[in-house]
């Protein structure tokens, strides 16, 4: 068999146009022993344009070192004067120019490494969804085109375009170095970012589209979704939905920060708040003096207060939305449903194992549940070790095309709760390292905020640390000291994501359920890339976990 290069392509899941790739790369599989082949494939899957060089998806050296270049066209192709085209996004691109282009390109690289006349690259154009009609007008001579028609026969194609026998090039050996090492085959962490981000929200907005399809009357419908099932994608186009219609929807978290995220997502009609901001409003317009926050009791005097006061109706709503509702108390439902107006809808987010406050479940008695147990956001691999942390009875299923992001877990020594700083800065950096950007990183405490030894610290040797200030400004707006990293506690982060999480100053005597629900709602808060600071004690119960 043909040595593939990266050569865990088997393992990977892949869809789409990726999936297409594989199917390929089982063909050219069977070559000979002496052959090699050199795919994108580990990140086509979720970028369907990206490729190793330049729009090269295989490129295949035979012993002698001659070098195919393969260039796939998945999907339906259309025959025009001016040759083959293909659509992307209405646009059409024609093969053969595509092709030249290619070529032209690794032409100049290999020149520019081995000099003119010391290399030969043939050229390939693979159809496996396609039959080519008229060879003549299609731009490539028809000979180096394997449509639909004759897809089983590519091993044989590339077999004659590149003989066993053939005399070996000088440059062979060099060839091979050139394409395994000087052309990179780790994609720009920068460019993934933003494709993970958006193949993240096409997976993940599948619970946003069927839930918002079902019909029943009265409306009241409880969505028991795990993190990264698309619970934040649902209430934006919910809001979007209703407001289209002309009427009206109000969205009430219990963390501020969460509310102040949807905010800057969702429509500007919609009326946002946490359940507290909330509570102050409703009361303010009713009548009741504004609140006094430097008193310790203060949010329950708002919660009473709320609850007793007439409700104006401009605060009344059409569409109720309630997101973390595990954090909710019993008297707040009762308190939220003079809100609704009559017929309207309402709908309760939440994930159980997100409540950090260990707060009883709500009784919510006549209304429709829906569960939906897959994460869309996190590594596949980041959910095999959140599995083990949690236990045996997590309901938590991989549904993101990602893997091997490969959990780090650095340490601190115990009792020394000054290295936790060091030991962040190591985190970032190696962060850094790995292509990630300032403003991809989330470092996020284990500890609440008012506990964390970092938030007092504004720099991490080069690094500054941008954190709330725990003030607000004269429009209510949160206060953000400035810096490049954010630093959060994980409490004031649900809800929101990170391509690269830090999570810092993890330490516990024993891996209770409160440390294990801690650890779920850091841990999935990473999209790509999950670094782990903890106590030695801590992380020898992590790496001990079966």
């Not at 089982?26 to 190793?52: M, P, Q």
């Not at 999907?75 to 059409?92: A, H, M, S």
């Not at 839930?211 to 009241?220: C, H, I, K, V, W």
Request: net charge negative; glycine share 6%.
């Amino acid at each position: 068999m043909a040595r593939i290069v990266p050569d865990d392509w088997k393992n990977l899941e892949a869809t789409g146009a990726a999936a297409r790739e594989r199917e390929t790369l089982a063909l050219l599989e069977k070559l000979c022993d002496d052959y090699t082949v050199y795919h994108g494939v580990h990140w086509t899957r979720i970028n369907e344009g990206f490729s190793v060089f330049g729009e090269a998806d295989f490129v295949v050296v035979a012993p002698s070192g001659r070098v195919l270049m393969i260039e796939m066209k998945a999907g339906f192709l259309r025959e025009t004067g001016q040759g083959l085209v293909k659509v992307y996004l209405q646009k059409e691109r024609n093969v053969a120019v595509q092709l030249a282009r290619t070529m032209e390109n690794l032409h100049r690289r290999f020149t520019a490494a081995f000099g003119a006349g010391t290399y030969r690259i043939e050229e390939l154009l693979y159809c496996p969804d396609y039959t080519v009609k008229n060879a003549a007008i299609a731009g490539v001579p028809p000979e180096r085109i394997v449509d639909a028609s004759r897809k089983a026969q590519l091993p044989r194609v590339v077999l004659e375009i590149l003989p066993p026998d053939e005399p070996r090039f000088e440059s062979a050996a060099r060839i091979h170095h050139f394409l395994a090492d000087e052309l990179s085959l780790t994609p720009d962490t920068n460019v993934l970012v933003g494709a993970a981000n958006t193949l993240v929200t096409r997976l993940s907005g599948g619970l946003a589209t069927w839930a918002r399809r079902l019909e029943f009357e009265p409306f009241r419908l409880r969505v028991i979704a795990t993190a990264g099932a698309g619970k934040t994608q649902l209430a934006v186009r919910m809001m979007r939905d209703v407001l289209a219609q002309g009427k009206s929807a109000l969205y009430v978290c219990f963390n501020r920060p969460l509310a102040d995220h949807i905010r800057a997502i969702a429509p500007k009609e919609a009326k946002i708040a946490n359940y507290h901001q909330l509570s102050a409003a409703v009361a303010r317009d009713a009548g009741s003096r504004p609140p006094d926050f430097s008193q310790p009791k203060v949010f329950a005097m708002l919660e009473e207060r709320f609850a007793a006061v007439p409700v104006p109706d401009h605060w009344k709503t059409d569409v109720l939305i309630v997101d973390e509702g595990q954090d909710f108390q019993a008297p707040w439902v009762e308190a939220l449903e003079r809100l609704l107006n009559p017929g309207g809808a309402w709908w309760w987010l939440e994930d159980p194992m997100q409540n950090l406050y260990l707060r009883e479940p709500l009784e919510l008695p006549g209304w429709t549940i829906l569960r939906e147990t897959t994460n869309y956001r996190s590594p596949r691999d980041l959910l095999g070790f959140i599995r083990k942390v949690v236990g045996p009875d997590a309901q938590l299923d991989a549904g993101s095309p990602f893997d091997g992001s490969d959990v780090s877990i650095s340490t601190y020594e115990d009792g020394h709760p000054e290295e936790v700083v060091e030991a962040t800065k190591r985190a970032i950096t190696q962060a850094l390292s790995l292509g990630f950007r300032k403003q991809d990183i989330a470092v996020l405490s284990f500890r609440g905020r008012e506990g964390s030894a970092l938030t007092a610290v504004e720099q991490l040797g080069p690094h500054r640390l941008r954190a709330f200030t725990g003030t607000y400004d004269l429009f209510g707006n949160p206060s953000y000291r400035e810096g490049d990293v954010l630093l959060e506690s994980i409490y004031r982060f649900k809800g929101q994501s990170a391509p690269c999480v830090v999570l810092t100053e993890i330490d516990f005597d024993t891996l209770d359920d409160q440390a294990a629900r801690k650890i779920f709602v850091g841990a999935t808060r990473a999209t790509m890339k999950l670094i782990v600071v903890a106590s030695e004690r801590a992380a020898c119960a992590l790496e001990a976990l079966p």
